[in-house]
């Protein structure tokens, strides 16, 4: 299949929402505070306070679940009085073959029908098709992962695992498995809300621990949308701005990679 037929594909799939991630330079976007400049903020319009997010990752000291595919994660949104688990599994889209990144989905029991919503990742040079399951778990006050132990983490993922996984494990993780799981975190970001242009868009900071134990500060800006062919308009007119401003960085980082292999 030729790229002009797969970018037809990808634009015919009006029930497949998109979201456009671009990463910005941190050293042009970020004060000496790691936080977003007031010339940025003016920029994109950001008239709130950035949101703070808590999040830990559950994964083998191998990583055998991301280099399967599969990310488990908590977050804790500042304010919020609950825990949220998320399960994604993350297929490689390759020279924008998305019809083969499905395949691949459908060979583990995943498609377009199945209950758990499905997006495209659209970065810079880089696409992604994810499928993903949440699920909550409320709190008298604002939970805080950082007094959570490994324990009550795993045991919290395992219990809230989605009905079709239950059914796969049957009983359930062997006990002596989930010990072998330990929590990578918590690590918090901050979430600005804001426009550029007439495009409402998110800036996040995430701050990357590093094996030496330096913090390295990522700036991710994304825009979601309702299909392919949004997108596509879209990311070309973002990439266009971010470039024409200097801020753009001609690449990708998976942020969760980053996380599990410091």
């Known amino acids: 299949m030729n790229l002009l037929k797969k970018i ?3 634009l015919s799939r009006k029930n497949l929402a998109c979201e456009i991630k671009l990463l910005l330079d941190s050293s042009q976007v970020l004060g000496e505070d790691h936080l977003l400049t007031e010339s940025m903020r003016k920029t994109f319009q950001i008239q709130e306070e950035p949101r703070g997010i808590d999040v830990i990752y559950l994964d083998t000291p191998s990583r055998d ?17 609950k825990y949220t688990i998320t399960y994604k599994m993350r297929y490689p889209v390759q020279d924008g073959d998305v019809d083969s990144a499905l395949a ?3 060979a583990d029991g995943l498609s377009l029908k199945s209950p758990y919503p499905a997006e495209i ?18 709190t008298e006050t604002t939970p805080d992962l950082g007094q959570l132990s490994r324990e009550k983490a795993v045991r919290m993922a395992v219990e809230n695992l989605p009905s079709e996984v239950k059914a796969q494990e049957g009983e359930g993780p062997e ?15 901050l979430r600005y809300e804001g426009a550029l242009g007439k495009q409402s868009v998110r800036i996040e900071v995430w701050p990357i621990p590093s094996g030496s134990g330096e913090i ?7 825009r979601a949308c309702k299909n392919m062919m949004e997108a596509a308009e879209k990311r070309i007119k973002l990439i266009e701005k971010l470039d024409g401003m200097g801020i ?15």
């Open 248 to 262: 753009l960085i001609h690449g990708d980082n998976l942020k969760t990679r980053m996380i599990l292999h410091p």
């Open 121 to 138: 990742d659209w970065g810079y040079s880089k696409m992604t098709l994810s499928f993903a399951a949440t699920a909550e778990v409320k």
């Open 216 to 222: 390295r500060y990522t700036a991710e800006l994304s």
């Open 175 to 189: 006990e002596e498995h989930l010990k072998e799981i330990e929590a990578v975190g918590p690590v918090r970001f």
């Open 104 to 106: 691949a989905a459908r």
């Open 65 to 81: 679940y991301l280099k399967a595919g599969w990310v488990s994660r908590i977050r804790v949104k500042e304010g919020k009085p």
């Open 8 to 10: 037809k594909n990808w």
